[in-house]
């Protein structure tokens, strides 16, 4: 089986022409002795380092000024290393002469801990019997947790039956106060202020869908609206229609009824009909969209 051997590395001058020169000259030399070659390098350095280049690799060539950077580099930060880590072996001995005596305090230390650990060894004795009446309560207890947890289970049932109960009432009464004093929450916007009754809505709607003007969902929708108000706007005297959703909390689908509703009441009026939403609290994105969708939001204090 036949060994495959790497081709030595050759540092070549940095001019081909000086190299070509160098072999021409030697071609001319005529060497018989070895003593004639050392002669002959001596007084020709620059053959001396060409046949350098030839016959040693670029490691080898490299090797001196690359053990000096390991002098410089590694080795003496070696040897400062070694002078520390001899002090503090010194410091570690000291530290062990210290420790062997803090080894023989705690030798008493621990003569008096067997003595403290027996005491401990009758005193938990005594807790075991306390754990074992504990676990009896214990078991009472889980009882009468476990009945509460019905109790509390039963009980947040109510509430959240009183909290809607509760919030629909809250609504009723403040849809019932805007309506009562429809004039105190729009006089500001409004002159000749009056509210509509559905009395004299119902009939268009009506009208509206026999015609199928609109479908049977509209006309109903229409019909939820809380209230419609009439008048004429303080600043430029022009006639409109309000139509009011009122809602203790705004929420999104208020905002898409009061659109909708308002709609189909601007066709069925041929007028100018503006939604409306009065209302208590809302969140600021809610009161955002309103803004952006046309609708007027009037929030008041209840």
Known sequence: MTQSHKKPEM?????PSEEESILKEMDKQEIR?????????????DWLTFLRTVILTTELIELPQKFQKFLEEEFKPLKQDVAV???????????VAVLKQDVAVLK???AVLKQDVAVLKQDVEVLKQDVAILKQDVAVLKQDVAILKQDVIYLKGEVSYLKGEFGRFKGREFERTVRERYYAYFGKLLR?????????ILPLLDMAEEEGLISEKQRES????????SGEIKSTKKSVCLAVEVSYSLQEDDLERAVERAGVLAYLLKSEVIPVVVYVESKEEVEKQAEEKGILGIKVDY
């Open 11 to 15: 540092k070549s001058f940095s001019n």
């Open 33 to 45: 002795t070895l003593g004639d070659l050392i002669r002959i390098l001596i007084a020709r350095p």
């Open 85 to 95: 880590l001899k002090q503090d072996v010194t410091v570690l001995k000291q530290d």
């Open 108 to 110: 008493q230390d621990v």
């Open 192 to 200: 000749k202020c009056k509210l509509i009754p559905f009395e004299e």
């Open 222 to 229: 229409v019909l939820q609206l809380d209230l419609v108000v």
